[in-house]
């Protein structure tokens, strides 16, 4: 099971934004070449000088080499597998892949000027470097997903899996726990809706004025992760914003500014920047409503009488959760869903502190009093929430723990399908490595003769 989880694990690298130091100075060789691909000593060194940095190892790292050799070595199999199977990748892609990267290495930095100056390159230098790359990686990683996305494990095999594993290797289980919840979430009054058309129309009259669009967003607009962007988006295809937004969105001249566009998030205004086909990147205003201290209070004493109601068994939780719960998940029977997981089941650390807190005092089968809350949209709210299971430290077991080991058992099924399509097509490659390398202790017999 771990062996076939780092397997997966190893093909899919980030491309390193940096390249090996001035002062190691590699005279460049092909050390591999993989059907008609390449590998070069210095990828190998650009990814281990970036490692080094990462990790703080001075010197050495033969073995790291040799593990960077393999997994370009997948990477260039899955690679040729795209090229066969016709995997596009549109440039909308590799921008939006590029710009993610970007902010994870910039952010490292604290600032775009910072990440500049220490690699005495432009954010567009890099761009124009690095796209073919990108472009490369992300078809590589969808030709990983076809070899796998099919994959599935029945009843049987869950049980199965669960069965080889030696007793004393039996992973260890931390306690977890089961919420269930009832929202409250007050309205919105229409004069504080009237209020917050009346601001944003205003600022619409600036810019039409002539004030810049980015300069008001930095200053006024609600929306954290773009506002320090000039309200600027990225590109976003249809159907992955908001339908009102994004109907809206669609619509715009290149830096036309839209009338006043309400979503669950507030209220926006757009203004286009560019459109390719079916993308379109725009910056915008959001103005986010408030919850007046009045309709707050009625929200808490609303769920007070919706728990005397429960603990006079007038109803149980699940009965009380679809007649009076505002939340997504009142079909669900309330249930918290762990986003790490995919499942019910938290493990405490897993929790907002903030429901841990009140969890902790719970016995099972008990609900809380009402308890303050941000929705998704930034709005406050109450909640009662609901201790339905706790379990304790404990060996894994298909009882309490099946949506687990039925993770497990996926994943293991996953790596032997990608092993197995290893096997089979590096049989079927030519593939040719430097001597220099020969002395490495691969997971695969890539020495063997392929013709």
């Not at 810049?212 to 962007?229: H, V």
């Not at 920047?273 to 009045?294: A, D, F, M, Q």
């Not at 679809?322 to 762990?338: A, Q, T």
Request: contains cysteine; charged residues 30%; hydrophobic residues 40%.
């Amino acid at each position: 099971m771990k062996t076939g989880t780092l397997l997966l694990g190893m093909i899919i690298l980030i491309i390193p934004l940096v390249t090996v130091a001035q002062e190691e100075v590699v005279i460049d060789q092909i050390v591999a070449t993989i059907g008609q691909n390449i590998i070069l000593e210095s990828d190998i060194e650009n990814q281990y000088y970036q490692y080094r940095m990462q990790s703080g190892i001075i010197g050495g790292g033969s073995s790291v080499r040799c593990q960077m050799l393999e997994s370009l070595l997948f990477q260039k199999l899955l690679l040729n597998k795209a090229e066969v199977d016709s995997i596009v990748i549109t440039e909308i892609d590799v921008e939006q892949d590029m710009n993610r990267k970007l902010r994870f290495y910039i952010a490292q930095f604290g600032s775009r000027e910072r990440f500049e100056e220490y690699y005495g390159k432009s954010i567009e230098e890099f761009k124009v470097e690095f796209r073919t790359d990108i472009e490369d990686q992300l078809k590589v990683e969808r030709a990983q997903y076809s070899i796998v996305e099919h994959v599935s494990v029945t009843p049987s095999e869950v049980k199965s899996f669960y069965r080889d594993i030696p007793t004393d290797s039996i992973p260890l289980v931390n306690s977890t726990v089961e919420i269930g919840e009832i929202i409250r979430t007050p309205p919105v009054s229409l004069e504080q809706k009237l209020f917050i058309k009346d601001r944003l129309r205003e600022l619409r009259e600036r810019v039409i004025d002539g004030e810049n669009f980015s300069t008001l967003a930095i200053l006024y607009s609600e929306d954290p992760g773009s506002a320090k962007k000039g309200g600027e988006l990225g590109f976003y295809g249809r159907g992955e914003l908001f339908k009102e937004f994004e109907a809206v969105a669609f619509k715009l001249e290149d830096g036309e500014v839209s009338s006043i566009v309400e979503t669950k998030e507030g209220f926006h205004i757009i203004q286009l920047i560019e459109r390719k086909g079916e993308y379109v990147n725009v910056r915008h205003i959001l103005l986010k409503t408030k919850v007046s201290p009045i309709d707050l209070a009625m929200a808490k004493a609303y769920l007070d009488t919706v728990a005397d109601l429960i603990l006079t068994d007038s109803l149980t939780f699940d009965e009380a959760v679809l007649k009076y719960s505002d939340g997504d998940n009142k079909n669900n029977g309330g249930l918290l869903i762990n986003p790490m997981t995919g499942t019910t089941g938290f493990e405490v650390s897993d929790l907002e502190p903030s429901v841990s807190f009140v969890i902790d005092k719970l016995q099972v089968g008990e609900i809380s009093i009402p308890v303050i809350m941000e929705s998704e949209d930034g709005k406050q709210a109450y909640r009662l929430l609901y201790l339905k299971k706790r379990t304790l430290p404990h060996r894994a077991n298909l009882n309490e723990d099946y949506h687990q080991i039925q993770q497990w058992a996926l994943e293991d099924k996953k790596a032997t399908t990608f092993q197995e399509w290893i096997v089979k097509k590096a049989d079927k490659t030519y593939i040719k490595i430097n001597e220099k390398f020969m002395q490495c202790d691969f997971e695969f017999d890539w020495f063997e003769v392929h013709e």
